[in-house]
């Protein structure tokens, strides 16, 4: 039985506990800016986070390149998984950021695990009370909680660029339903090409968690990454400009 529980907890381990991870013992008071760089390196105190080694996934390449004249993180997928996650501590602002996808994923879908990938994302953790979870979730989570060495977070909104599902849809991710994902932009209509989006993240948290809270927790991490593991393809997108304003 034990064994069983750990088979249950471990996506949610992995796929929650990222950011915390990565934040151990690190404050920001602002998004430290990708053109700030003076290498390909990702400027601090963002942060690189992979999967558990017990997953065994390749990394996604993520670095700052110059495109189209501007500094911007690259991220270059290829059956892989990965993250950088940049501490916040805050109430939900407006997020403005651009991206632009180059290479767009083919098969990916949000229709169950093995299809679970994203070209692009730029998510914020919440640091919602976890009594607001369901009843049936929250034994899974608080199970998670136990075995995890850092305080996960309760609810992450992450905007993507997605393969098939319709802009402005939500949905829960297959791994986690603490995990939601809003489509900004969808399939390979637009490759190549700058998209510029600004975003009420309040709003957006209780349109993706409202059912569960009607009031704005605050943000604990601001993440952006790219995975094409499940799907075994390959894609390649940039983010610049990522801010959190007034």
């Not at 929650?16 to 003076?38: I, P, R």
């Not at 993507?160 to 319709?166: G, I, K, P, R, T």
Request: glycine share 4%; net charge positive.
């Amino acid at each position: 039985m034990r064994h069983l529980i750990k088979l249950r907890i471990l996506p949610i381990l992995a796929f929650c506990g990222l950011c915390s991870m990565a934040l151990h013992n690190v404050q920001a008071a602002e998004l430290s800016n990708f053109a700030t760089a003076t290498n390909p390196k990702v400027p601090a105190p963002w942060q690189y986070v992979a999967l558990p080694e017990r997953y065994a996934k390749p990394l996604t390449t993520i670095d700052v390149q110059t495109v189209d004249g501007k500094k911007a993180l690259r991220l270059l997928a290829d059956k892989s998984w990965g993250t950088v996650a940049h501490p916040w501590s805050g109430a939900a602002k407006t997020m403005t950021f651009q991206w632009r996808l180059d290479k767009a994923l083919t098969q990916a879908s949000f229709k169950g695990k093995a299809t679970e990938d994203t070209a692009l994302k730029v998510c914020a953790s919440f640091d919602m009370p976890d009594d607001r979870i369901p009843s049936g979730e929250r034994t899974l989570f608080k199970l998670a909680q136990f075995f995890s060495k850092e305080k996960l977070p309760t609810a992450t909104l992450c905007y993507v660029w997605a393969n098939l599902e319709a802009i402005g849809s939500i949905h829960n991710s297959p791994t986690t339903a603490r995990v939601r994902y809003m489509v900004l932009d969808t399939g390979a209509q637009s490759l190549k090409s700058w998209k510029q989006h600004t975003r009420n993240v309040a709003d957006d948290f209780l349109k993706a968690f409202g059912a569960e809270s009607k009031t704005v927790p605050a943000i604990t991490a601001i993440i952006v990454g790219a995975d094409a593991d499940n799907t075994s393809d390959n894609s390649l997108g940039y983010v610049a400009d990522l801010s959190l304003l007034p």
